[in-house]
């Protein structure tokens, strides 16, 4: 095998590379279908979700723009993403926020956690 690379090209030309613009976030966002997340109500939280109900919806609704409701058949708050929605990562941040204050955060640490992109980890084992 010769290693003097006499049968290959030694380099690419910069023709042949591709070159992609950024896409925005509305083109990040169109997507065909509706995102939807739902995130399970515990027994125990559900008598405080509904009494803080506008405050959770609240924020989600103005900031966001994603749709919410709480189904209560399946004991679940269902969050689901609109034409008026223009954050790529809204969906995830709602979710985030929903499932905070079902762990037991009062709505303003958990409206603080989603504004602020820190997300709360849950440490197994750690007190």
């Keep these: ?3 003097s690379g006499d049968s290959a090209p030694s380099s690419v030309s910069s023709s042949a590379i591709p070159d992609f613009k950024p896409l925005n976030a509305q083109q990040l966002s169109s997507t ?7 995130v399970p109500i515990p027994p125990h939280r559900y008598t ?17 723009k ?10 679940a708050v269902e969050i689901r993403t609109s034409k008026h929605t223009e954050i790529p990562g ?3 941040k709602a979710a985030d926020f929903v499932q905070a204050f079902m762990l ?8 603080a956690l989603m504004f602020e992109r820190f997300t709360a980890r849950i440490c197994h084992g750690v007190l």
């Design 1 to 3: 095998m010769d290693q």
């Design 104 to 111: 037991g955060f009062e709505t303003r640490d958990a409206v």
């Design 32 to 38: 065909t279908e509706p995102q939807f997340r739902r």
């Design 66 to 75: 994603l749709q919410i409701r709480m189904n209560g058949k399946r004991r």
């Design 90 to 92: 809204a969906i995830q």
């Design 48 to 64: 405080p979700l509904r009494k803080n109900w506008l405050e959770v919806a609240q924020p989600i609704v103005e900031h966001l």
